[in-house]
């Protein structure tokens, strides 16, 4: 089987409202965040199988013929999408080494690609060829680059097995797919996803794959029709953190004061809220300072919010601090207690306040990326 | 008639939890704040009434007969203590020169001295003597400098007529009033504030009357019978703020954003009740550094909270982080937008931390005291 050359996109996640909360029941809003991750799919005649990961320093090859001893182990429940192959994991695992304990980044790419490679072209004929990826993402911070690598795996093997189109007509430069297409990408992301992460929530992938902004409540995941493109900042403070033990601090924060805390996941809730009304109503009226005076509010309150439930860091602070100083409004995006903050840029903010802002907090340590969110999502 | 001499005093107020939240109906607790304001009085046998106030500049005697003159307006309703006597007001408005316009804080001491003073001793004897006052209380600051003013000389005239006793032992270096004495001094110091401010909570005569803590819901006023004795800092930023707009403030940020600000409200109201838990078990059993926590982690959610109803201040988040720098935890008391801010001091704060922190505030132009909240209230 021969495949087509293709170059798929998918864009990172930023949560902009309701980390942490969405955890107990509250809204959290995600948006796509346009740091994005390419994947080059490219035909080969030689029998081999190759993957690129520059990020990651990963380059690996096999042979078909290796590859085809491993489809004996595939179930045939394709329509069972919701659970990983479990008995195909623990033999790819053995195939690639990685028998116990957590999967460092390379191992757990190889083994989302071959995974998704062989359920999709394992019962048939199985193509010879190299992917390449590269990402704008940093890895490990909370931006959903494993979900962007998933989507962009998932999209461009169901273009070469013919389940879904390859949607570029000749005179366009970028396309994309209709929503049982990207529906299907996004389940097939899903299981890269669970590879990777063993229980993720489902929101990297599905932001990858639709982009825009999606609401997220007790584990049900809507896309929003429309929502405007917003400049940010991204700022990585770079200060390592563990999701699981932030979660942990939060919850136990609740059990103990129950009472105080309850009313401010509330409060969140409404922000998340609040938030998606205004960012609708800017897309069916006139964008006026109003709106961004209203976002940059909900910003600051929600960073307080964060600080109250536990899941500061002075970094995090001195972000909020050095941008506050050129006049703008920035809060942590994600677990918190270290990694990255957002800062909303407005219509008006010039390139000398954005350029004196960036090298302020490139001073401090940080890497800063001028970007947008709420962009298109998974595109070829 | 001739009165006996006698040195009264009485502390100031800090809001310790739930300013602004109890406009909306909410919790808050009031503490006396050691810093207090003494009362000398001393008689005279020349036919003149003196009052000696240095810390705002004013020395005024009259004759007792100009006084006298004033007692024909005098009603003779004295039951009916809710209500200020209008009439006497006015005359003694036209009396002192001041018929419209508002008072200075000179001409609002006078008036409520003369006030009391025709009220209580008008209708009889009239005593010749003079009142000094000075106060360790800087004036206008929210720390209740006028209630503490208003209580001193309720008591003293109070003492003076027989109203109520003088209730220092031979052997006693101070002494304090019982239940009954104590609401009559109170209720004289009401009339004081009254004059002076127009329309009072009447928090901080009770604070200074009574002592202690009180917790004070939609205008109910409840000292609480024991509270721990509390080292704190207090700071002055000096930074002038006005009440009336920052309650305006916070109304109107309630009314923009309801569902994001009730539950903040809600959230104080929790922090008031749960502070004056904690300090009741400090009363009641060993006292442990857990205890320390608790108070230490209700005064940084508050601050954080204060600052989401937007009466922060940039002087107020520099108190904040300077006593942070040294392991201590502040918030804003009172009005906020600058004025005061209150450190909690742990009983283990050695006095390198205490006099390194009390530097740093001051080299940022604040004024610094260290003092004690729950202390007791008007003694003589």
Redesign the interface.
Known sequence: MEVRDCLVSAPGKAILHGEHAVVHGKVALAVSLNLRTYLQLKARSDGKVCINLPNIDTFVCWELSELKQLTSFLSDKKEEMQRLDAELVKRLREFIGVTNGNLDSSASAILAFLYIYLSLFGSGDMPSLTVSVWSELPTGAGLGSSAAYSVCLAAAFLCATGNIPTPLKEWEQTGRWCQEDLELINSWAFQGEKIIHGNPSGVDNAVGTWGGMLRFLAGKIIPLSRVPLLRILLTNTKVPRSTKVLVARVKDKINK?P???I??L??VD??S??CEKVLTEMTCEPITGDHYNILE??I??NQ??L??IGVGHPSLDTVCQVTAARGLHSKLTGAGGGGCGITLLRPETDSTTLQGTMKDLRDCGYDCWETSIGGPGDSV
Chains 1, 2 share one sequence.
């Open positions: 004061l009472s105080i805390m009313p401010v509330d409060s409404a922000i809220c609040t509010e909900l600051d309150i307080h919010h600080n109250v």
